[in-house]
């Protein structure tokens, strides 16, 4: 009963979400339309991600030995991410405060989806190193992706309000997945009014956490009456309400910046 409740609220979302889409194309300037539909899923994400985790707009994702991330469209962090730089909505976020990235498109084809799992490999192939231990706790570690992680590892989803048919954006998932490595590979693909692409184990069916060496990629086309709404909240709910991280610590971005010169020392 709870779950129908929640399927008809969420009915209603999509729906003022596909009405405000479709006014959002009136605009003149691409960015403009682009920036409106992205603000659409990052309200959306903020009223489903658990309490914890913060989904933020138009940010850039630098790791400490210096390598910075393609501009992202929304970012998933700990709300307790220091505001290095936050100027006029823009975010510069330490990469160790990232549980995640949501690649938002108009149209999903082919060269949109690889695009985004670009992003997506790039994003989560920067390194998670600058923390700060705290003593006598017991280590915790994250499973995802075939791999043990002392951290929690960067989740990638792409998210489209239209797109091709849902069985061909698979076979292409297919291919650009086949050759590489389950940690590059999208963690799901989402298209509005169609349904979405999820990893899943071959002899069960069940749909898998993270995608693993010998997934199947697993299409579910949505209800007409629900659209993806109910299956993408809880699939936030599921992906990140164990999401953690250790302390963050800001000396390794600090490099060889000088932070100052010993002029005195007393001895007492």
């Known amino acids: 009963?709870?779950?129908?409740?929640?399927?008809?609220?969420?009915?209603?979302?999509?729906?003022?979400?596909?009405?405000?889409?479709?006014?959002?194309?009136?605009?003149?300037?691409?960015?403009?339309?682009?920036?409106?539909?992205?603000?659409?899923?990052?309200?959306?994400?903020?009223?489903?991600?658990?309490?914890?985790?913060?989904?933020?707009?138009?940010a850039e994702v630098i790791a400490a030995n210096g390598d910075v991330s393609p501009q992202c469209d929304i970012v998933l962090i700990d709300k307790g991410t220091p505001p290095l730089t936050h100027l006029n909505g823009y975010r510069v976020i330490p990469?160790?405060?990232?549980?995640?990235?949501?690649?938002?498109?108009?149209?999903?084809?082919?060269?949109?989806l690889v695009d985004a799992c670009g992003k997506i490999s790039r994003m989560r192939d920067l390194p998670k190193t600058a923390y700060r231990p705290i003593a006598g706790t017991i280590p915790r570690f994250t499973k995802a992706y075939g791999n043990k992680y002392?951290?929690?590892?960067?989740?990638?989803?792409?998210?489209?309000?239209?797109?091709?048919?849902?069985?061909?954006?698979?076979?292409?998932?297919?291919?650009?997945?086949?050759?590489?490595?389950?940690?590059?590979?999208?963690?799901?693909?989402?298209?509005?009014?169609?349904?979405?692409?999820?990893?899943?184990?071959?002899?069960?069916?069940?749909?898998?956490?993270?995608?693993?060496?010998?997934?199947s990629l697993i299409q579910i086309d949505s209800y007409p009456e629900q659209d993806i709404l109910l299956p993408l909240a809880l699939h936030l709910n599921i992906h990140f309400s164990d999401a953690w991280m250790e302390p963050l610590d800001l000396l390794p971005y600090s490099a060889a910046t000088p932070l100052g010169k010993i002029s005195k020392m007393w001895t007492i």
């Open 1 to 58: 009963m709870a779950q129908e409740k929640l399927g008809k609220i969420l009915s209603s979302v999509a729906k003022r979400m596909r009405a405000d889409f479709e006014q959002s194309q009136n605009f003149n300037h691409n960015g403009e339309a682009g920036t409106s539909r992205e603000v659409l899923i990052q309200e959306f994400l903020s009223g489903y991600l658990p309490s914890h985790v913060e989904a933020v707009h138009n």
């Open 95 to 112: 990469n160790e405060c990232v549980y995640g990235m949501v690649e938002v498109k108009t149209k999903l084809d082919k060269a949109q």
């Open 150 to 215: 002392n951290y929690f590892p960067t989740s990638g989803m792409i998210f489209a309000f239209d797109g091709i048919n849902l069985d061909t954006l698979g076979d292409h998932l297919v291919a650009w997945c086949r050759n590489r490595h389950p940690t590059e590979w999208p963690d799901s693909v989402w298209v509005a009014g169609e349904g979405h692409l999820q990893w899943g184990d071959p002899r069960t069916g069940s749909l898998l956490r993270s995608p693993a060496a010998g997934a």
